[in-house]
């Protein structure tokens, strides 16, 4: 059983959400906590200057409502983190922070079946600190 379980979750394409949640509350034990992740990517400053002002934050702000719409569908009880940086990045400096002792994730984005895993799940796999469940 794990206690503290991270479930990044790519708000783009939540597809995999289903079957992540699922995994995770059959390893979570009786008082485990679910945090649901997810990473609005940062854009470079030459972009963001093309860009209306506080578009990070107000994409920010939405996806906290859809992770906390989420949890209340799926009856988790689960903390939310939504951050801005870079995706690989913030999952595992989000898991050191929470003191997640696993992190579900999915392997990739469907469609992309022909690469083994996706970039960020590789990145997380490859440099997590704790253990990492790769959903397929
Ligand atoms: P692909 O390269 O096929 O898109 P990724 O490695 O980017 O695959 O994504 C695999 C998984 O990594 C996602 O299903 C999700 O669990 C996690 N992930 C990717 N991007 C984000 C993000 N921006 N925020 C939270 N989790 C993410």
């Given amino acids: 059983m794990f206690s503290r379980i991270l ?10 959400a289903r079957s992540m949640i699922d995994a995770a509350v059959q ?14 990517e940062d854009i ?19 996806s906290i409502r859809t992770l ?7 009856g988790l009880n689960a ?3 939504v951050r801005i940086g870079q995706p690989a990045s913030a999952i595992l400096e989000a898991a050191d922070e929470h003191g997640s002792d696993v992190i579900v994730i999915a392997s990739h984005r469907p469609g992309l079946q022909d690469y ?6 590789a990145r997380v796999v490859r440099h ?5 469940l790769v959903i397929r």
């Fill in 7 to 16: 479930i990044p979750i790519d708000l783009h394409d939540d597809t995999k």
């Fill in 27 to 40: 390893l979570r034990g009786q008082d485990g906590q679910i945090v649901l992740l997810h990473v609005v």
């Fill in 44 to 62: 470079p400053s030459y972009v963001a200057i093309e860009l209306p002002s506080g578009i990070l934050a107000s994409q920010k702000e939405e």
């Fill in 68 to 74: 906390e719409d989420l949890s209340r569908r799926e």
């Fill in 79 to 81: 903390a939310i983190d």
């Fill in 116 to 121: 083994l895993i996706g970039s960020t799940a």
């Fill in 128 to 132: 997590s600190r704790c253990s990492v």
